[in-house]
């Protein structure tokens, strides 16, 4: 019985080469997201801005971004708010719990899948019908993200599929003149 001789180049033939595509477009992946993060500045107490501007329509986005001051057990990375803003107005504001969300528990008039979740704005609790997006995060109405940016302490309770969670925020010092100035936000008490 001949043993098979081993022919150079043969295990890239067999799926090796997919596996360095693989690799290389992870790599790429990181390095993308490496320097979208780098090119953050502060934007006061625990938030970041990144700004851009839309090469076709030349809009001008900016993004503020507040990590949780505390990570879920479930999740790889700590939840965050990100407010999106598009030539000077709020386009959208985010809760992302990076884990997937319990499936919709609200409807709305429009017929959109939403998520009833619990507020905590400082000293002042409110229930709140957020807009719920294929499970990864969840779409905060105008005057929640008003109440967030005055606040000291920000807490949101929704459900998952293994039980209610609370992501933590501590939204204090944000500079509300760049916010006012990006997204044309003012704050308001709860």
Not at 80 to 100: S, V
Not at 133 to 159: C, Q, S
């Amino acid at each position: 019985m001949k043993t098979p001789r081993h022919v150079p180049g043969t295990a890239l033939r067999k799926g090796g080469r997919l596996r360095i595509a693989c690799l290389m477009m992870l790599c790429a992946a990181a390095a993308v997201s490496a320097s979208a993060q780098a090119g953050g500045t502060s934007a006061g107490g625990k938030w970041m801005m990144f700004q851009s501007e839309d090469k076709m329509t030349a809009a001008k986005r900016i993004r503020f971004e507040l990590e949780a001051d505390n990570p879920l057990r479930e999740s790889e990375s700590s939840p965050k708010i990100i407010l999106y803003c598009t030539d000077g107005k709020l386009a959208l504001g985010d809760f992302r719990p990076n884990l997937r969300v319990g499936p919709p528990n609200d409807a709305s008039f429009w017929g959109k899948p939403k998520m009833r979740v619990r507020v905590r704005v400082d000293n002042h609790s409110s229930r709140q019908s957020w807009n719920w997006v294929n499970g990864d995060f969840l779409a905060m109405d105008k005057g929640t993200v008003r109440e967030l940016i005055g606040a000291r302490v920000f807490k949101v309770e929704f459900p998952t599929r293994a039980g209610p969670r609370i992501a933590e925020f501590s939204p204090a010092g944000l500079d509300l003149a760049q916010v006012s100035k990006a997204c044309h936000l003012k704050p308001q008490k709860p």
